[in-house]
T-cell receptor, first 113, second 116 residues
Framework: QQQVKQSPQSLIVQKGGISIINCAYE??????FPWYQQFPGKGPALLIA?????SEKKEGRFTISFNKSAKQFSLHIMDSQPGDSATYFCAASTETSGSRLTFGEGTQLTVNP | NAGVTQTPKFRVLKTGQSMTLLCAQDMNHEYMYWYRQDPGMGLRLIHYSVGEGTTAKGEVPDGYNVSRLKKQNFLLGLESAAPSQTSVYFC???????????????FGPGTRLLVL
């Protein structure tokens, strides 16, 4: 049972464009929504995270948009660069699950120069 | 400060063989996790530990066992490897739920396992 659904599976964007990755969740008890970035041959690393008490969080070129009523959240990468080419995972957790995360399927982003 | 390290980096096993994957962290984290990563399936939690001497099942625990005898180490064992266990295995650690603000998991570099 996949509690966090991620799309698209792969995404190709031109340099300078906007990359958008979407996630939808089912469990309304989720209260923490991080995004992880993974480069080839490396482990995932936290990129940015949001809690449901805000609708948007921005860190540099990376923005999370959160829609609690639709149970959806998305990652926007502005001015995408070839160095952003990686696999991105959305995730979610509940307060009662401690630090355990439920991950989406992942999106392989390619930014062409 | 090495963070999270995993041993070995790559291993080939024959069906039925056993092996142990070692994870070590030097951040004094309470929580440790083992995931497997397969194409199109994201990261799936195998087992996790909320402290020294404790272990718990995750989403896909069958065929695996774990031990956390020391706070800094988390071992993942395969008693009788099967081709379905061919995957990339990641270990992660976190400070735990005590600090509600920070739930970051720190991942190791992964172990690529091929079971023939």
């Amino acid at each position: 049972q996949q509690q966090v659904k991620q799309s698209p599976q792969s995404l190709i964007v031109q340099k300078g464009g906007i990359s958008i990755i979407n996630c939808a969740y089912e469990n309304t008890a989720f209260d923490y929504f991080p995004w992880y970035q993974q480069f080839p041959g490396k482990g995932p690393a936290l990129l940015i995270a949001i809690r449901p008490d805000v609708s948007e969080k921005k860190e540099g070129r990376f923005t999370i948009s959160f829609n609690k009523s639709a149970k959806q959240f998305s990652l926007h990468i502005m001015d995408s660069q070839p160095g952003d080419s990686a696999t991105y995972f959305c995730a979610a957790s509940t307060e009662t699950s401690g630090s355990r995360l439920t991950f989406g399927e992942g999106t392989q982003l390619t930014v062409n120069p | 400060n090495a963070g999270v390290t995993q041993t070995p980096k790559f291993r080939v096993l024959k069906t039925g063989q056993s092996m142990t994957l070692l994870c070590a962290q030097d951040m004094n984290h309470e929580y440790m996790y083992w995931y497997r990563q397969d194409p199109g399936m994201g990261l799936r939690l195998i087992h996790y530990s909320v402290g020294e001497g404790t272990t718990a099942k995750g989403e896909v625990p069958d065929g695996y066992n774990v031990s956390r005898l020391k706070k800094q180490n988390f071992l993942l064992g395969l008693e009788s490897a099967a081709p379905s266990q061919t995957s990339v295995y990641f270990c992660a650690s976190s400070s735990g739920p005590m600090d509600r603000v920070i739930k970051t998991q720190y991942f190791g570099p992964g172990t690529r396992l091929l079971v023939l």
